[in-house]
């Protein structure tokens, strides 16, 4: 089996389990690698041609102008079952206080996740100011 052939196979095989920017990545990096294992740099076209062809045609299952135009159905209800309720929150948090390492610690960083709603990256970066 040649490199080629490997590398269409895995794209075909692998294009509907990954998200835009991981396909993106993919045939960029397959891309790179096709034409650094050629044994004779193409002459008769531009290399940018030869590039843009194996990204956007090779490794792309799904070429320029032949998208799928069907819609994805999605929802922004959330399943009120799935949620912590307050009794469950508390028993959460009292659990991690109670942790002998970081306790007092990490039962702020989730005391203010829940009761608060800041992303996790807030949270960590807020600071006390008196």
Not at 13 to 29: E, H, M
Not at 53 to 81: H, I, M, Q, Y
Not at 104 to 125: D, I, N, S, W
Request: proline share 6%; with cysteine; glycine share 4%.
């Amino acid at each position: 089996m040649s490199w080629y052939k490997f590398a269409v196979d895995y794209v075909d095989a692998r294009w509907s389990q990954l998200g835009g920017n991981s396909r993106k990545n993919v045939a960029k990096t397959l891309t790179a690698t096709t034409i650094a294992l050629l044994r004779v740099k193409p002459t008769q076209f531009a290399p940018a041609a030869v590039r843009t062809a194996l990204r956007e045609w090779a490794f792309n299952p799904l070429p320029k102008g032949k998208e799928s135009t069907a819609v994805t159905k999605t929802t922004n209800a959330v399943d009120k079952r799935s949620l912590l309720n307050p009794e469950q929150a508390a028993a959460i948090l009292d659990w991690i206080r109670r942790r002998p390492r970081g306790g007092k610690r990490l039962h702020a960083f989730f005391a203010t996740l829940y009761y608060c709603g800041p992303r996790p990256q807030e949270a960590v970066a807020m600071r006390w100011r008196t």
